[in-house]
Structure formats: C-alpha cells, structure tokens
C-alpha cells in the first residue's frame, strides 16, 4: 500500500514525496508481508476473536474505526471500548473496526514498507475508514495516539486535513477523542482533533454516525459536516473556538454553537460487554459486567467521581443475566463486576450471592474492581472469589483520619481495621492498598501516619493470621473539575516525602511497596491543567521518543524529552512555577479572596461537566474546614448541579433480598473416559502460541457443556493434554489432545460439540475412546513429520534480489547432512549453563523439492521424539543448511504434517 501524499515524516515532520497508489486506497494491506512469526505475539493483530462477524464493507454507510492507543492486550480489556464497538456495529448501515498501538517491531516494518497502520478485523489501511476514535484515558497517553496517526499516514493535525467532502478518497478520516481525559480538558490536545466527544459514548455515538452518513450524501465540504456536529449535544469542535477577552476562556467563534458543550450521560448497558473474547492472554481476561455508572461520594481528590455523575445503579436481573449468559457464550473462567465503587451497589449482596449459586459447579471466579473498605461485610467477602480466591484491593487514600476527612474520604480508622479483619476471616492474607501523598493539608504527621496505618493493621490482625500488604504510593496530581483543581504541588517536596514514608516503612515486614515516579506525576499535572500552548509541546515529545511506554524504558531520558520540550515552548517558567507552588497556599487566603480566586478563568471553563464551579469553591471551603459531606446518592443532595434534565439524577435500587447462601461445589474430577482427537490448526491459528491454544480450548469446552472432569486443587482445570507443543508460526496437520470426562459420553457427539465452539481453524479430524489409566499422551510419541520451505535471504549485493541455489545444490546439501557422523547442537538451559548435544540420531529421513518459487524449496523430514519430548527441531536444519551453502536462510512456512503414536 502506497502513502498518501499528505502523510508524515516523523524523523522531520517534512511531508513525505508521494508515490503512486498502485491499489485502491481501502484495498487491504498485505497482512501476509507485515505480521507473520517473526513478529512478536502476532495474535494481537489478527481480529479473529469469538464474536467476530462479517462486515459489509462496501454496504456500509458509514465505516468507523475504534482506535485503542495501547497495545492490544491493554485496548481489548477496556469494557468501553469493546462496549461501543457492539452497539456501533448494531446500528444499521454502520461498520465499525478496531485498531490498537502496534508493537516496535511491527510499527517498524510497517514504514519500511510505506503501509499504513490497519484495522485487525477487515485489514484495511486506517485512512479508507470514515471516523477514527481514540480513547484518551491518561494525560500523557497523547503521544501514543500521535503515534498512532503517523504510522496510519494521517496528518496529526487538524488544521493540515484539508476541506474535502469525506466521501473523497483522498479526504483523510475525521480523528475524534473521548474518555475521561477528553471530556476534562481537551484544550492541551485541541490541536490534534477535528472533534471531541465528552461524556458517555454509547447515544452520541450513533447520533454523529448518522449526521457523517447525511453529510457524506449530501456532498459537504469537512468543515461544514464540522458545523453540523458541534449542533450534536456532547460534541465539542476545538476549532470552531478561540480565545475570549481573557485570553483563557475559549469561546464560539462562529454563530449558533453552544458556548458551553455540556457532556453526555447514558443508562449502562451491561449485555453490550460480552462482545468479543479475545484468543491471546489480555490485562483484564474475563468477562467484566458494568454494574453502577457514576460515584457520588464526593471524594474530593477525585476527577472520575465528579466527571460521571449522577450515580446509576444497574437492575439487578439485568446483571444476573449478562453475566450468566456472558459466562456460557464466552467460556470464560472468571468475571468481574464494574463500577467506581462496586461497594455502593446495594443489590450487590443479592446479586452476588444470587450468581455464586446459579455457578456454584462452573469452577468461576468473581472479582470486584473497586470497593470500599468500610463495606466489606461478610456478604461481600462470601460471594468474592469462588474456587480460587482473587486478591482484594481497599483504598483508603490518607493514613490519617483528619486528613481522610480533608479529603472527604468518608472512612474511619475503625471501618478500615473491621474491613481488613472481616476479609482475612474469609480467608484473605494479602491485600493490597492505595494510598496517596502531596493531598492539600498534609503534613508530616500524615505521611508517617500511613506506616502507622500498616503497623496497626498488622498489629491487630496477628489473631487472624499473617497480614501482608502490598502498597501502592501515589503522587497527588489535581484534576479539573474538582475542588482541589486550584491546588498546586512541589516535586521537590514529592521527592522528600516519599523518601519520608520509605525510611518509616523499612522496619515493617511482609509488606511490598511501590512508588509513582515524581517526574510522571510533574508531567500529567502540567498537561491535565494545560491549554493550546501545550499542543507544540505534546508534539515535540512525541518526535523525541517520549510515548507513554518510554516512562517504563527509559525515565530519565523521557523526562528530559519533555522539559526540553516546554522549554522550547517558551513554558519553561509557568511549569516551574507549578511545580515549586506551595502546599497550603490556599489556607491563608480570606473566604473573599478564596472565592476570587477560584472564579478565575480557566482553559476548561467552556467544558460543561455538569458540576457547578461554585459548588467546586464551596466544597474547597470545605476541605480547608476539614468538614465531610455526605454521599448524596444515600443522604441529603449536596446541589452540586449535576441533577436534572440534561444529565438526570441518581438511581439507587434498593437492596433485594438475599438468597440463602448455597455450598460451593468444586468442579467434577471423576475420571470416567478419556478421548483422543486427532486434529488440525491451520490458517491464522498458526500465529497463536501453545499457551493461547490451550486457553482457546479450555473456553471451547466451558461453551460446549460437555462434561470435562477438572483436576483437584486450589486452581482446578479441566484436563486437557497436548502431545507436543507447537513453535509459534507452525500449521499442523494431524496433532493430538486427550480430554478426560467426568461421565461417559457418545465420542462423535463430544466432538460434534466441541467443534461447533472452534474456529474453522481449528479442525477435529478424529476421537477415539483410549484406556482411561493408560500412559499420558506425550509418552504414546514416536517421532514427527514435518515440512518446511527456506529460501535465501536477499542480498544486498545483488540489489535484494535472493541468490538463486539450483535444487541440485540442495540435493548435495542433504547428502552431506545425511552421510555426516553427528550433528552438534549448541545453546544454553533454562539456568543459563551451556550444553552440546548429537542431533543426529533423532533423523529418522530427510528430502528435498523444489517449489513453484526458484529460489525456494520444501523440505521434508521425520525425527524421532525420545522419552523427554525431544527431537530435531526445524530452526535446528535452518542453521545447519545455513552453514552448508554459507548463506542466511528465510523459513517462509513451517507446518508439522504429522505426529506418530505408539498405538497408531
């Protein structure tokens, strides 16, 4: 695939030189060329996940394409992002891919090749879709977006896409963004985006698709399908603003657009989450379930609580159902219920114990993502976990109470010790907890107060068992939209606290400690806070290698990226400014000059979040009066502005009934049959590891409800033998699997079941009933056929052309091979010591022919596999063919076409 001519340079932010487009511009790109097993985990790009169907492409209307800027094991766990995709594929007319950050690796290989990054599912170039989305979650996660555009060859910024109507193949996609980040303050990254969505995404979603589709039909020019999307309320437009009088405030800057772009709230739909299971190990792999959109606890560090409101409770039957049913189509073994704090979901009692009783034989597992320490009752510490316990992670922010208080934390020290006991009276012995410093008001006193915290935890538990914590130490950075957006922070004075807190928690044992890296926290407060200045900065970054991985690779260099960056900006002295600002300046201000103060403008003023800025001075007040205002979703309304028609009001449902609690049942174990599958992977499957394989097939059996027996244990799994794993990158032909039953059943309908649960990929050929005491699979091996084609690398003396080897040249490479007297294999074991080996006596045959390609051939051979489950692996007779003909060898495919059985 050819570059569009407009594309980017990133070593010079020069436009590169067109060339000529040799294939239409949505023509799919040559997958084959780009991903194959030289490409690390080439399973994040293949979009052939369970839930995948078939798009009309050339039907569609309007063609979207969800653009996750982080890897694929991060993009595909986020609940939003996979909720919007269903609903945006349920619209009719409407397709909708998905995208995510590639790996170093791939991302390389696609500039070389001049292609543009593509969607996983259908693999087109990112430029033929019509939309692309970004989910903007993080400050500092622009980088990767800009990433992102560069390699999907579209220019980073929206002042250089041009006016085409969008129906033109050569008008690059509209690039819009929406998450937390967006919908807090876009200004840092206005630049970069022809449109902004704030809220939630699942009405206005479809709402812009259809304005696209009319504008798309209607002929109009890019700015003038810009104006009919700022009319769509929850769509901000950044370049339909400037700068008011104030030079801070962005305004309209033509007629009939809302001077403040209020943000959009939808009811959750909980039955959208069961969209797509991935086949490749992700960050979140399970089944998650929204149960409560929107926290009103008022914690006042909190941008999420503020950006979210009102609170909306989910029905209860409806969670029930998603997850039952979620748990049969997807086969997952674990699953988890979503919320800002699950604790507040009061049918979670019911709901969770209702769903620990419908599973009790399933062998699952269920995990909250947040809950609230001083609501973990025996209720809620019963229906946690399941036959293997997940871990449990509290937050309680201070290690004080006057400071828990400041912040409107609402947590005693009491709730937080009953909390702690009550889970380790279930069984818990290592939880995990959040805490913060650098909050507004904190002294010394409350940053020793967090080793105290632990101490006394520890201290009072030691009746119960061994206590050990695991804590996370954060730096505080202010957010808009909140009481504390005012306040300012010192990483000089992060520095010296953590180390405060490091030397206090020394003498502590069976706890684990991590810190948040001040220079991290300086940068996301300095963007989060920021304004259009900081759209050259952001830039600059980004060409220097700052993206968001960098601050994991390379800290220093990264940081450095960045402040050589703003200084370029000339924003030097305003960052210096922040990050030397006091920690209680706002204490001694007058309540006159307090509410003054917070009346000035800000770059987000025209950023409607619902909540009154006023209520946000007010509630500071607060803060500095160490006064806690209740959760209005429970208690009195706090009129912080958010309830009425626009955004609507909290729903709380009541807490049904709780079921009685059912014993669990460990999974079956008996051992009634095992059957023997003779089966083939081919096609993409190649490009899944032996791990991803077996996880594939474990969920395949929970789908098809055959009864598999498990093993015993804490960790029961459903007994599942491979004969002999495959290489990454290899087809098969003719492998082997024993599952064992825990009842007996007819063999052809277990396999008619369980294919019906596999990818056409994934072929059984044959099942047979085996003894079930006979020996395990792996010893039943004899030896393995396989073939393989190797073609030399190109050359660069010969301008990359491969040198040509005739196959009587080969056919001499394998009678020296064969007539040698050993074979010396040379590496290193798992313990890194070195060994050398003969692999001459596992050769059982080898042959050579020729291919339809003349500078390649095929090469097949059978080796035999000894007692250990060794053989003569084919990277093996790659190097010694190397070494032959003194030339580097490709292996352009590799398929294993058999394994032999003792018994057959």
Not at 715 to 732: I, K, N, S, Y
Not at 773 to 780: A, I, N, P
Request: aromatic share 6%.
């Amino acid at each position: 695939m050819a570059r569009r001519p407009d594309a980017y340079d990133r070593a010079n932010a020069r436009p590169r030189a067109a060339v000529t487009v040799a294939s239409p511009v949505d023509a799919p790109v040559d997958f084959a060329a780009l991903v194959d097993r030289s490409i690390a985990k080439p399973g994040r790009y293949l979009g052939n996940e369970l839930g995948v169907e078939p798009r009309d492409w050339q039907g569609a209307r309007v063609r979207w394409a969800l653009t996750y800027p982080e890897i694929y094991e991060v993009g595909s766990s986020n609940t939003g992002h996979i909720i919007l995709y269903s609903i945006l594929n349920a619209v009719p007319g409407q397709l909708c891919d998905r995208s995510y950050l590639p790996g170093p690796d791939l991302a390389e290989r696609l500039r070389l090749r001049g292609e543009p990054l593509f969607a996983v599912e259908s693999r087109r170039p990112l430029p033929a879709f019509d939309i692309l989305g970004f989910s903007l979650s993080y400050e500092l996660g622009a980088t990767n977006i800009l990433a992102m555009l560069e390699l999907a060859q579209v220019p980073i910024r929206a002042a250089d896409r041009g006016d085409l109507p969008l129906a033109d193949p050569a008008a690059p996609p509209l690039i819009f963004a929406g998450g937390p980040t967006a919908t807090s303050n876009p200004e840092p990254f206005a630049a970069f985006f022809d449109f902004v969505v704030l809220g939630d995404g699942e009405e206005v979603l479809p709402e812009i698709g259809l304005v696209v589709a009319e504008a798309k039909a209607a002929g109009l020019s890019r700015r003038e399908l810009l104006l009919d999307l700022a009319q769509v309320p929850g769509v901000y437009v950044p370049s339909l603003y400037g700068p008011g009088a104030d030079g801070v405030t962005q305004v309209p800057l033509v007629p009939g657009i809302p001077a403040r772009v209020l943000r959009r709230t939808a009811t959750p739909m909980p039955h959208y989450a069961m969209g797509l299971v991935p086949h490749i190990e992700t960050v979140h792999d399970r089944l998650t379930v929204e149960i409560r959109r929107g926290c009103t606890r008022g914690c006042r560090f909190c941008q999420p609580g503020m950006l979210t409101r009102p609170a909306r409770d989910v029905e209860p039957e409806a969670v029930i159902e998603a997850i039952e049913t979620g748990m049969e189509r997807t086969g997952y073994s674990d699953f988890s219920l979503l919320s800002l704090s699950c604790s507040d979901y009061l049918a979670l009692p019911a709901v969770g114990v209702e769903l620990r009783n419908r599973l009790a034989d399933k062998n699952v597992t269920l995990t909250l993502a947040s809950q609230r320490v001083d609501r973990c009752d025996e209720n809620i510490a019963h229906i946690l976990g399941g036959t293997r316990k997940a871990g449990l992670t509290f937050a309680p922010e201070a290690g004080t109470q006057r400071l828990r208080d400041i912040v409107n934390k609402g947590l005693t020290d009491a709730e937080l010790l009953r909390g702690i006991r009550t889970a380790m009276q279930s069984g818990y012995r290592k939880i995990k907890l959040y805490f913060m410093i650098g909050l507004p008001g904190e002294t010394d006193a409350d940053v020793l107060g967090i080793a105290d915290t632990c101490r006394n935890l520890q201290r009072n538990c030691t009746d119960l068992g061994r206590l050990e914590l695991n804590l996370t130490i954060s730096n505080f950075t202010p957010k808009p939209h909140t009481p504390f957006q005012w306040h300012s922070v010192s990483t000089a004075e992060f520095q010296r606290r953590q180390q405060l807190l490091r030397e206090a928690l020394r003498p502590l044992r069976g706890l684990k400690t991590n810190y948040t890296d001040v220079r991290l926290s300086a940068m996301e407060d300095f963007v989060g806070r920021g304004d259009r200045r900081l759209a050259p900065v952001i830039e600059a970054a980004w060409r220097s290698g700052a993206g968001l991985d960098a601050w994991f690779e390379a800290a220093d260099r990264t940081y450095a990226a960045w402040t050589e960056a703003i200084e370029a900006a000339g924003l030097g002295g305003r960052y210096r400014a922040l990050e030397m600002g006091a920690w209680s300046s706002t204490e001694a201000l007058s309540s006159q000059d307090l509410e003054a103060f917070c009346a000035q403008p800000l770059p987000c003023d025209h950023i409607d979040s619902g909540v009154d800025k006023g209520w946000l001075a007010d509630d500071l007040s607060q803060a500095l009066a160490a006064a806690v205002v209740p959760d209005c979703s429970f208690e009195g309304c706090s009129s912080c502005g958010v309830c009425g028609p626009e955004l609507g009001h909290n729903v709380v449902i009541p807490p049904p009934v709780i079921p009685e609690q059912l014993p669990q049942r460990p999974p079956a174990s008996e051992r009634m049959q095992r059957l023997r599958f003779r089966f083939a992977k081919t096609g993409s499957l190649a490009l899944l590891s032996h791990l991803d394989l077996v996880r594939l097939m474990e969920r395949a059996l929970r789908r098809s409800g055959v009864p598999v027996s498990f093993t015993g244990g804490f960790h029961p799994l459903p007994r599942v033998q491979f004969a002999l794993a495959l290489p990454l990158g290899a087809e098969a032909a003719g492998e082997w699997m024993d599952v064992e039953m825990a009842e007996w059943q007819d063999p052809a309908w277990v396999c008619q079941r369980l294919q019906e649960q596999l990818p056409p990929q994934f072929a059984l050929q044959t099942v047979l009933e085996v003894p079930v005491s006979g020996v395990s699979l792996s010893q039943e091996l004899v030896a393995a056929t396989w073939s393989l084609v190797l073609r030399p690398e190109p050359s660069v003396a010969a301008l990359g052309a491969a040198p040509l080897v005739s196959l009587a040249q080969w056919e001499e490479s394998v009678e020296a091979l064969r007539n040698a007297g050993e074979w010396i294999w040379e590496d290193t074991d798992k313990k890194g010591r070195p060994r050398s080996r003969d692999c001459r006596p596992y050769l059982q045959d080898l042959r050579v022919a020729a291919t339809e390609d003349p500078a390649a051939v095929s090469l097949l051979y059978t080796a035999e596999i000894d007692a250990a489950g060794r053989s003569l692996r084919p990277e093996q007779l790659q190097s010694w063919f190397s070494q032959q003909l003194a030339m580097s060898l490709n292996m352009v495919s590799l398929r294993r076409e058999s394994l032999q059985l003792r018994q057959g």
